[in-house]
């Protein structure tokens, strides 16, 4: 079994969530999904149990924030609890019931306002428990130490109803047990599609759409992270994706080392060509001391071999009249006699 903790501060998208299908599938989309596996995407919601509240979405969230009035200290008063089973699992409706009281007991909201929901629409049976923090006495439940709390709690309704046992965080681990070695199938799904995804990907949009098509919506700040249609959240550099590895991968998809072609071979030859001609000028120019005169022929000369090798249309005989000026030594000025 695994379990998940959050709080928040909107009563109504909360419970909307709970007891709503999912937004981004039409009905048609629905219909195809309970075909092709067999699962309940339409009025995929069942309350198994309503307490101390009753009535639709608008009515559960406006009972809820009448008594959150009796404490308004507290900023986040939404309480939304989660408890998968682990494949192949299965429980009764009623054993739902009972462990949803024993997870309302465990976090102290008992005596309090909440709804517990069984979803359809997965293969792995799960219930979510929607509760108002603020209790009939003004006072607030803790959250602290949730995460701790909720692994204690599955590990002991495992034992008591007899469901697979799953390992629970590391950072709740004794030193021994976080030696073991773990294999968490959803991100190594999750590190192979963006592997996927980036292959074909030029720019961080392109890549953000892929992603969704996937299943995964991507999160950008300092660094990312992916929410999958289970609504777990993992951060990519957990999975060795961080963002700035994400956007030199993408970089280097937008400008690709350039092949080396029989073109650019060509374009290579001609120019070494080039450069050794000058090269080879400047240096015979240097050993013989050119005078004006020969310095004319080697730039008539260079005219020549580049008009050849760039298919120019100039012609041998035509030599630019900058390039003949001959620079002028300048006189120097007679000292001047004291």
Do not use: W
């Amino acid at each position: 079994m695994i379990g998940h903790v959050s709080i928040g501060s909107s009563f109504y998208h909360c419970i909307s969530y709970c007891l709503e299908d999912k937004r981004e599938l039409s009905e048609e989309k629905k219909l195809t999904l309970a075909i092709q596996d067999h699962l309940q995407h339409k009025d995929r919601a069942e309350v198994l149990e309503y307490n101390k509240c009753f009535g639709n979405k608008y009515e559960l969230t406006q009972q809820f924030k009448d008594v959150r009035k009796l404490s308004r200290r507290v900023e986040k008063p939404m309480l939304h609890l989660t408890l998968r089973l682990a494949p192949e699992d299965i429980l009764t409706k009623e054993q739902f019931r009972e462990i949803g009281r024993e997870c309302a007991k465990e976090f102290g909201i008992a005596d309090n306002q909440y709804i517990c929901v069984l979803h359809n629409d997965t293969k792995e049976q799960h219930i979510h428990i929607a509760a108002n923090r603020v209790g009939f006495n003004g006072k607030v439940a803790s959250d602290s130490n949730s995460y701790k709390r909720m692994a204690e709690l599955c590990r002991r309704l495992e034992k008591q109803y007899g469901l697979q046992e799953v390992l629970s965080p590391k950072a709740f681990l004794s030193p021994k047990d976080r030696l073991l070695p773990r294999h968490d199938s959803r991100k190594e799904k999750l590190k192979t599609d963006i592997q996927q995804a980036l292959k074909s990907a030029s720019s961080y949009l392109v890549f953000e759409r892929q992603m969704l098509n996937l299943g995964y919506k991507a999160l950008k700040g300092r660094g990312i992270s992916f929410i999958d249609d289970k609504k777990v959240k993992i951060k990519g550099s957990e999975i060795g994706f961080s963002l700035v590895k994400i956007e030199k991968i993408l970089s280097q998809n937008q400008h690709p080392v350039m092949k080396n072609t029989g073109e650019e071979k060509k374009c290579n030859t001609d120019s070494t060509l080039v450069f050794n001609f000058f090269n080879t000028g400047k240096k015979n120019e240097e050993k013989q001391n050119y005078n004006s005169d020969s310095s004319g022929e080697v730039v008539k000369q260079a005219v020549v071999v580049i008009g050849q090798l760039m298919n120019s249309e100039y012609s041998a005989d035509y030599i630019d009249p900058e390039l003949q000026r001959i620079p002028q030594k300048k006189k120097k000025k007679p000292a001047l006699r004291r």
